[in-house]
């Protein structure tokens, strides 16, 4: 990526250093409004089901945004990519959720905004990803009273109201039928949900929840009108990603990442229009990585050669990307490292943990009485191939043509006339990560330890890191090829623990194809790499070597790496042994899950308890 540090990021830096408060009375208000979990559904994207009058008239006074994209399906990941301007996957905050520490080399948005006279609020949610942060230098004001109403008289401000009523907790409780003021029976559902009460009662009350938010919205943007702001405000709307039944948010879909976005802006400022008139569709890709490059460009700034977006507005806006790049690793307790780029008319996706089925259990996510009313319906036989294709294991590659297929059921992968596109994509897809230094191809709990103190982002362009073959390690494994097994069982002699971890999980996927390797994967069960010896420890469980896996494993579950002990818990779920066999692996639990219930490893092994109806107190929990 090219150095982008131009004069005037280093005196207005220079001016943050010295105390320089001076305002700029051309410089445009900016109004930030967000919403949860809304994957566009929204009367002006064409949803005629919807109720969202403010919105609607917001988008035929501003301009929407039809190809807008989160960089990854969830929130805290999401909101790191934007605060920073570098992917999260980048940063190291990938995984949902983080409390890695930030770069010093990677700045926050508000910094560059307060050094040009900005006063910054946040009402009120945070939630970045990272280590704590003191939202006091951050931000003027960050609490659930913040407003720009407090600002110094002719003082410009950057104002964020971050709305939560259409949370996907917005669904946990169900309200009674009679008191929904969209209609069950009048849902219309995707092809992958099967037809059940609770999957229509959910959508539709959701519904309800996102006319509840863009109730919300009116009333900021009236008072925006009252408190006469409007003339010179830039207003912009956006869903932090998509949601929120089963299958959207948290995975990359269509349905987890194409978000609703638009943004008014002022006829005093018609310059910066992004097409002829308001009330026009823009069809520029977007997504979350360009929103601080964007921030930048409106206020007169170039973008510092760190950032990884492209502004799309403003003085400084570069050419469209011709891809976006969007990422899922870890989600709570669960883990499925996912990587996909998409154009206007494909999407391409590499599964590198298709050994895991979609549907992995998430105790936040079941929660919802939609979730388990699928599951009941896939055990109980009565899905289609469709519906049922979720509960089993992914293909390593997937291609979409979202233009035609916008529910994403078609895979075109494998079909021969897409064939160069699919390579195309998939070479992007690599280069892409190449570039930004993708840190989830070193596993989390390694990664951590190899960089101690020092932040993810830092370490990914330390010198000696053989970051290229890394990368092109997890290529080769992912690919669940048998003619590939020497190479793996090569991988695991390496020094470099990701490299042996990418073997070892070659072979996993291999399954009985990696029996000729049976020796060196009972000696990787007690690798010095934690996440080497999960992965074998399975794999010599899958092959009937269970003395030696459980003896793998009850070491695995004794470590002081709590992620560690969450993704053994989830390899033990995936190979769905005997209630028997789990209770003489987990004899070493006892004291060791004393934690609060939102830790991720008790919430494993919690979701296992169920699983096989043990009673927690057995093992002194």
Same mark, same amino acid.
């Given at each position: 990526?090219?150095?982008?540090?131009?004069?005037?990021?280093?005196?207005?830096?220079?001016?943050?250093?010295?105390?320089?408060?001076?305002?700029?009375?051309?410089?445009?208000?900016?109004?930030?409004?967000?919403?949860?979990?809304?994957?566009?559904?929204?009367?002006?994207?064409?949803?005629?089901?919807?109720?969202?009058?403010?919105?609607?008239?917001?988008?035929?006074?501003?301009?929407?945004?039809?190809?807008?994209?989160?960089?990854?399906?969830?929130?805290?990941?999401?909101?790191?990519?934007?605060?920073?301007?570098?992917?999260?996957?980048?940063?190291?905050?990938?995984?949902?959720?983080?409390?890695?520490?930030?770069?010093?080399?990677?700045?926050?948005?508000?910094?560059?905004?307060?050094?040009?006279?900005?006063?910054?609020?946040?009402?009120?949610?945070?939630?970045?990803?990272?280590?704590?942060?003191?939202?006091?230098?951050?931000?003027?004001?960050?609490?659930?009273?913040?407003?720009?109403?407090?600002?110094?008289?002719?003082?410009?401000?950057?104002?964020?109201?971050?709305?939560?009523?259409?949370?996907?907790?917005?669904?946990?409780?169900?309200?009674?039928?009679?008191?929904?003021?969209?209609?069950?029976?009048?849902?219309?559902?995707?092809?992958?949900?099967?037809?059940?009460?609770?999957?229509?009662?959910?959508?539709?009350?959701?519904?309800?929840?996102?006319?509840?938010?863009?109730?919300?919205?009116?009333?900021?943007?009236?008072?925006?009108?009252?408190?006469?702001?409007?003339?010179?405000?830039?207003?912009?709307?956006?869903?932090?990603?998509?949601?929120?039944?089963?299958?959207?948010?948290?995975?990359?879909?269509?349905?987890?990442?194409?978000?609703?976005?638009?943004?008014?802006?002022?006829?005093?400022?018609?310059?910066?229009?992004?097409?002829?008139?308001?009330?026009?569709?823009?069809?520029?890709?977007?997504?979350?990585?360009?929103?601080?490059?964007?921030?930048?460009?409106?206020?007169?700034?170039?973008?510092?050669?760190?950032?990884?977006?492209?502004?799309?507005?403003?003085?400084?806006?570069?050419?469209?990307?011709?891809?976006?790049?969007?990422?899922?690793?870890?989600?709570?307790?669960?883990?499925?490292?996912?990587?996909?780029?998409?154009?206007?008319?494909?999407?391409?996706?590499?599964?590198?943990?298709?050994?895991?089925?979609?549907?992995?259990?998430?105790?936040?996510?079941?929660?919802?009485?939609?979730?388990?009313?699928?599951?009941?319906?896939?055990?109980?036989?009565?899905?289609?191939?469709?519906?049922?294709?979720?509960?089993?294991?992914?293909?390593?590659?997937?291609?979409?043509?979202?233009?035609?297929?916008?529910?994403?059921?078609?895979?075109?992968?494998?079909?021969?006339?897409?064939?160069?596109?699919?390579?195309?994509?998939?070479?992007?897809?690599?280069?892409?990560?190449?570039?930004?230094?993708?840190?989830?191809?070193?596993?989390?709990?390694?990664?951590?330890?190899?960089?101690?103190?020092?932040?993810?982002?830092?370490?990914?362009?330390?010198?000696?890191?053989?970051?290229?073959?890394? @990368? !092109?390690?997890?290529?080769?494994?992912?690919?669940?090829?048998? #003619?590939? /097994? *020497?190479?793996? &069982?090569?991988?695991? %002699?390496?020094?470099?623990?990701?490299?042996?971890?990418?073997?070892?999980?070659?072979?996993?996927?291999?399954?009985?194809?990696?029996?000729?390797?049976?020796?060196?994967?009972?000696?990787?069960?007690?690798?010095?790499?934690?996440?080497?010896?999960?992965?074998?420890?399975?794999?010599?469980?899958?092959?009937?070597?269970?003395?030696?896996?459980?003896?793998?494993?009850?070491?695995?579950?004794?470590?002081?790496?709590?992620?560690?002990?969450?993704?053994? @818990? !989830?390899?033990?779920?995936?190979?769905?042994?005997?209630?028997? #066999?789990? /209770? *003489?692996?987990? &004899?070493?639990?006892? %004291?060791?899950?004393?934690?609060?219930?939102?830790?991720?490893?008790?919430?494993?092994?919690?979701?296992?308890?169920?699983?096989?109806?043990?009673?927690?107190?057995?093992?002194?929990?």
């Amino acid at each position: 990526m090219k150095i982008r540090y131009t004069l005037s990021i280093i005196v207005v830096l220079a001016f943050t250093a010295t105390g320089f408060t001076g305002i700029d009375p051309g410089l445009p208000n900016i109004l930030w409004i967000t919403s949860e979990d809304n994957n566009r559904f929204l009367g002006c994207y064409g949803d005629a089901f919807a109720t969202t009058p403010h919105l609607d008239r917001l988008a035929a006074e501003g301009f929407l945004y039809t190809h807008a994209y989160a960089n990854t399906p969830v929130c805290a990941p999401a909101r790191n990519t934007i605060i920073t301007g570098v992917h999260a996957c980048s940063n190291g905050n990938e995984q949902m959720r983080s409390s890695y520490p930030k770069s010093e080399t990677v700045r926050f948005y508000t910094e560059f905004l307060k050094a040009r006279g900005y006063y910054c609020t946040n009402n009120s949610k945070t939630d970045y990803n990272t280590s704590p942060i003191d939202l006091k230098t951050l931000w003027d004001e960050c609490s659930s009273h913040a407003h720009y109403v407090n600002r110094a008289k002719g003082q410009p401000f950057f104002a964020i109201f971050n709305l939560t009523v259409s949370h996907e907790s917005s669904i946990h409780t169900s309200i009674p039928n009679g008191d929904l003021r969209h209609k069950p029976e009048e849902v219309s559902l995707p092809p992958y949900h099967p037809d059940t009460p609770e999957m229509r009662h959910d959508r539709a009350q959701y519904y309800d929840k996102v006319e509840d938010m863009d109730t919300q919205v009116g009333q900021l943007l009236k008072e925006l009108k009252e408190a006469g702001l409007e003339e010179n405000t830039i207003v912009f709307y956006y869903s932090d990603h998509g949601g929120v039944l089963g299958r959207s948010k948290r995975y990359l879909f269509e349905s987890g990442t194409h978000v609703p976005m638009i943004i008014r802006i002022p006829e005093k400022y018609r310059h910066l229009y992004p097409a002829e008139a308001p009330g026009s569709k823009v069809d520029r890709l977007v997504s979350f990585v360009d929103l601080a490059p964007t921030l930048l460009s409106l206020i007169g700034l170039e973008a510092p050669g760190y950032m990884q977006g492209n502004a799309f507005l403003g003085p400084y806006q570069t050419e469209e990307p011709e891809y976006i790049y969007m990422f899922r690793d870890r989600m709570d307790e669960r883990y499925d490292l996912t990587r996909s780029v998409v154009d206007k008319h494909y999407r391409y996706t590499r599964y590198y943990n298709s050994n895991r089925i979609w549907m992995q259990q998430l105790e936040y996510l079941w929660r919802a009485p939609s979730m388990a009313s699928w599951e009941r319906e896939f055990l109980a036989g009565r899905c289609n191939e469709v519906q049922a294709r979720y509960f089993n294991t992914k293909p390593v590659e997937e291609l979409f043509d979202i233009e035609k297929d916008p529910w994403e059921v078609n895979n075109l992968a494998g079909d021969p006339a897409y064939a160069e596109r699919l390579v195309r994509m998939r070479l992007a897809s690599l280069d892409m990560a190449r570039e930004m230094r993708d840190a989830g191809f070193i596993p989390e709990t390694d990664r951590n330890i190899r960089a101690g103190n020092t932040p993810i982002y830092d370490y990914m362009r330390s010198e000696g890191l053989p970051y290229e073959e890394i @990368l !092109g390690a997890a290529a080769l494994a992912s690919l669940k090829q048998p #003619e590939n /097994l *020497d190479r793996l &069982r090569h991988m695991l %002699g390496h020094d470099d623990s990701a490299i042996r971890y990418w073997g070892i999980q070659g072979l996993l996927m291999l399954r009985e194809d990696a029996g000729p390797a049976l020796g060196e994967i009972g000696e990787a069960a007690f690798d010095d790499s934690w996440n080497v010896s999960v992965v074998a420890a399975e794999i010599l469980y899958r092959m009937g070597m269970k003395a030696r896996s459980i003896k793998a494993y009850q070491r695995l579950l004794d470590c002081d790496q709590d992620m560690i002990r969450t993704l053994a @818990l !989830g390899s033990i779920d995936d190979f769905n042994g005997s209630p028997e #066999e789990f /209770l *003489d692996i987990c &004899r070493v639990i006892p %004291g060791k899950y004393e934690k609060p219930a939102y830790q991720y490893d008790v919430r494993a092994l919690l979701g296992l308890l169920k699983k096989w109806d043990i009673d927690p107190a057995s093992l002194g929990i």
